[in-house]
């Protein structure tokens, strides 16, 4: 069998006296779409932002491509949780984009001030190397922009600020920047929840697009028509713990994920 | 008559101008020190409740300065040191800086605070699962969106301060009031104090066109 590119291996959180992650355990295949769902409070999204180290959990271990990149008890300096975290790739619900910057610089930002750390480190920052390399990168990032920007169909809004775009193209930029990173594995916590039904379609267009390019991706949503047909495997979680793991047809078959994912009309039925 | 006066008024404005000019250059740095302070998170745990002396010192200082007239602190703070210490009176002009200087420091602070703190969370962590550090987030993708949010309160501020500035006279600093009033008692004439007025009103006035100028150059984007 081969490696996985992502094992969660008993993962536990709680906020004060509130458990809301149970000992999670997964595992995900490289170009694999793992979709998690199940209702409000059930953790999905606390189990992402321990992913990505904006929470940081209790116990258990996350290893990618068969790498740890934490474990409980693991003290990690600023630097070291920098360096992890970009395994990772996050993409929010909020979309967050920075108000401040064209389409475009969103896209290049962060790589750009990451890189640019890295040859300072390499060549000393007032060197004519240093120059040199910096504007090789800046060309570089300029074309993985273009490109990036044109696979989520956004070309044309590349010097755009973000308040002339729809939520659609927002979020679609907002993907483009997670993918300039070049994460391991990109996760995304109910991306296309703050949109209407139109604008979700061209949301969801484009993360069908990167599963077929062979992305790992991690899913929280809603959507579960969507879910069905991407999730290579299907988490279905109810407080704090998994309660069924396996592909979509498996878990949707599942009694309890019956009910909950057609929700309303059984609860009337009662 | 009038071109005496006009004269001798622009003298007086020139120093309200120099008390104007120096007391931004300093409160402004200045106040986002005191901001830092007020916001600061260092201190320790006792019995399950977090105490920051930092944060608790900075606020009483703001609470302080905010919550006196500042012609009090003006008159404190050119008197006091004598009065307690017995040591000579440090300069007028001193005294005007020194006391305008804390004064608006604590106001900008308060104000850049509600400037940091309306960012919304989301823009951190967008910058930390980016890999950007805190020096970064700060200043590359926070600090501008914090600049867009406080300059219309920091325009209040300073156009505030234009006529502040007029309380200097009460320790004796000779800026235009004081040059107007001298007319009072040698020649009896009240004119040239209302005359100081349109010399107000003509520096707020030019303020007022330069932020405004300032407000919309940073309207290219919305938050």
């Given at each position: 069998?081969?490696?996985?590119?992502?094992?969660?291996?008993?993962?536990?959180?709680?906020?004060?006296?509130?458990?809301?992650?149970?000992?999670?355990?997964?595992?995900?295949g490289?170009?694999e779409?793992?979709?998690?769902?199940?209702?409000?409070?059930?953790?999905?999204?606390?189990?992402?932002?321990?992913?990505?180290?904006?929470e940081?959990?209790?116990?258990?271990e996350?290893?990618?491509?068969?790498?740890?990149?934490?474990?409980?008890?693991?003290?990690?300096?600023?630097?070291?949780?920098?360096?992890?975290?970009?395994?990772?790739?996050?993409?929010?619900?909020?979309?967050n984009?920075?108000?401040?910057?064209?389409?475009?610089?969103?896209?290049t930002?962060?790589?750009?001030?990451?890189?640019?750390?890295?040859?300072r480190?390499?060549?000393?920052g007032?060197?004519?190397?240093?120059?040199e390399?910096?504007?090789?990168?800046?060309?570089?990032?300029?074309?993985?922009?273009?490109?990036?920007?044109?696979?989520?169909?956004?070309?044309?809004?590349?010097?755009?600020?973000?308040?002339?775009?729809?939520?659609?193209?927002?979020?679609?930029?907002?993907?483009?920047r997670?993918?300039?990173?070049?994460?391991?594995?990109?996760?995304?916590?109910?991306?296309?929840?703050?949109?209407?039904?139109?604008?979700?379609?061209?949301?969801?267009?484009v993360?069908?697009?990167?599963?077929?390019s062979?992305?790992?991706?991690?899913?929280?949503?809603h959507?579960?028509?969507?879910?069905?047909?991407?999730g290579?495997?299907?988490?279905?979680?109810?407080?704090?713990?998994?309660?069924?793991?396996?592909?979509?047809?498996e878990v949707?078959?599942?009694?309890?994920?019956?009910?909950?994912?057609?929700g309303?009309?059984i609860?009337?039925?009662? | 008559?009038?071109?005496?006066?006009?004269?001798?008024?622009?003298?007086?404005?020139?120093?309200?101008?120099?008390?104007?000019?120096?007391?931004?250059?300093?409160?402004?740095?200045?106040?986002?020190?005191?901001?830092?302070?007020?916001?600061?998170k260092?201190?320790?745990?006792?019995?399950?409740?977090?105490?920051?002396?930092?944060?608790?010192?900075?606020?009483?200082?703001?609470?302080i300065?905010?919550?006196?007239?500042?012609?009090?602190?003006?008159?404190?703070?050119?008197?006091g040191?004598?009065?307690?210490?017995?040591?000579?009176?440090?300069?007028?002009?001193?005294?005007?800086?020194?006391?305008?200087?804390?004064?608006?420091?604590?106001?900008?602070?308060?104000?850049?605070r509600?400037?940091?703190?309306?960012?919304p969370?989301?823009q951190?962590?967008a910058?930390?699962?980016?890999?950007?550090?805190?020096a970064?987030?700060?200043?590359?993708?926070?600090?501008?969106?914090?600049?867009?949010?406080?300059?219309?309160?920091?325009?209040?501020?300073?156009?505030?301060?234009?006529?502040?500035?007029?309380?200097?006279?009460?320790?004796?600093?000779?800026?235009?009031?004081?040059?107007?009033?001298?007319?009072?008692?040698?020649n009896?004439?009240?004119?040239?104090?209302?005359?100081?007025?349109?010399?107000?009103?003509?520096?707020?006035?030019?303020?007022?066109?330069?932020?405004?100028?300032?407000?919309?150059?940073?309207?290219?984007?919305?938050?």
């Open positions: 069998m081969p490696q996985p590119m992502l094992e969660v291996k008993n993962l536990a959180k709680s906020f004060g006296s509130t458990e809301v992650l149970r000992g999670i355990s997964f595992s995900l490289e170009g779409a793992l979709v998690i769902i199940g209702s409000s409070g059930s953790g999905k999204t606390t189990l992402l932002r321990c992913l990505n180290f904006l940081t959990a209790d116990a258990g996350i290893v990618v491509g068969g790498e740890t990149v934490w474990r409980a008890g693991d003290s990690l300096s600023e630097d070291e949780i920098r360096e992890r975290r970009l395994k990772f790739g996050l993409v929010f619900q909020s979309f984009l920075f108000p401040q910057y064209t389409v475009k610089r969103n896209v930002l962060a790589p750009e001030l990451f890189e640019t750390d890295l040859l480190e390499k060549y000393g007032k060197s004519a190397a240093f120059r390399e910096k504007k090789k990168l800046t060309d570089r990032l300029d074309r993985q922009a273009d490109e990036l920007l044109k696979s989520v169909g956004l070309s044309e809004k590349a010097e755009m600020y973000p308040w002339q775009l729809s939520g659609g193209q927002c979020q679609r930029a907002a993907i483009a997670a993918l300039a990173m070049s994460p391991d594995v990109l996760c995304f916590d109910e991306p296309t929840s703050a949109l209407d039904p139109e604008l979700t379609g061209e949301v969801l267009r993360i069908r697009e990167l599963k077929n062979g992305r790992t991706m991690v899913i929280v949503t959507e579960m028509d969507f879910a069905r047909e991407i290579d495997k299907v988490v279905y979680m109810a407080g704090g713990v998994v309660e069924a793991c396996g592909t979509a047809e949707f078959a599942n009694e309890r994920v019956k009910r909950f994912s057609h309303g009309t609860a009337l039925d009662d | 008559m009038f071109v005496e006066v006009t004269l001798s008024l622009f003298e007086g404005f020139g120093k309200t101008l120099l008390i104007f000019a120096l007391t931004l250059a300093f409160s402004v740095p200045l106040g986002l020190l005191v901001c830092f302070g007020s916001m600061s260092l201190g320790f745990t006792v019995g399950g409740k977090k105490i920051c002396p930092v944060s608790i010192i900075t606020k009483a200082f703001v609470w300065i905010r919550g006196t007239p500042l012609m009090l602190q003006l008159i404190v703070i050119y008197y040191p004598g009065l307690l210490f017995h040591t000579d009176l440090m300069p007028r002009f001193t005294a005007v800086l020194v006391a305008f200087v804390v004064n608006y420091a604590a106001y900008f602070s308060e104000i850049y509600g400037g940091i703190e309306s960012v969370g989301g951190y962590e910058c930390a699962v980016l890999g950007m550090t805190k970064q987030t700060f200043f590359r993708v926070i600090l501008m969106q914090v600049v867009k949010r406080i300059i219309p309160p920091m325009s209040n501020e300073i156009i505030t301060l234009v006529k502040d500035t007029s309380l200097a006279r009460v320790i004796a600093v000779y800026e235009i009031i004081w040059s107007a009033q001298a007319y009072i008692k040698l009896g004439l009240i004119w040239p104090l209302f005359y100081t007025g349109a010399f107000y009103l003509a520096f707020s006035g030019l303020l007022t066109l330069l932020l405004g100028r300032l407000e919309k150059k940073l309207g290219y984007f919305k938050i």
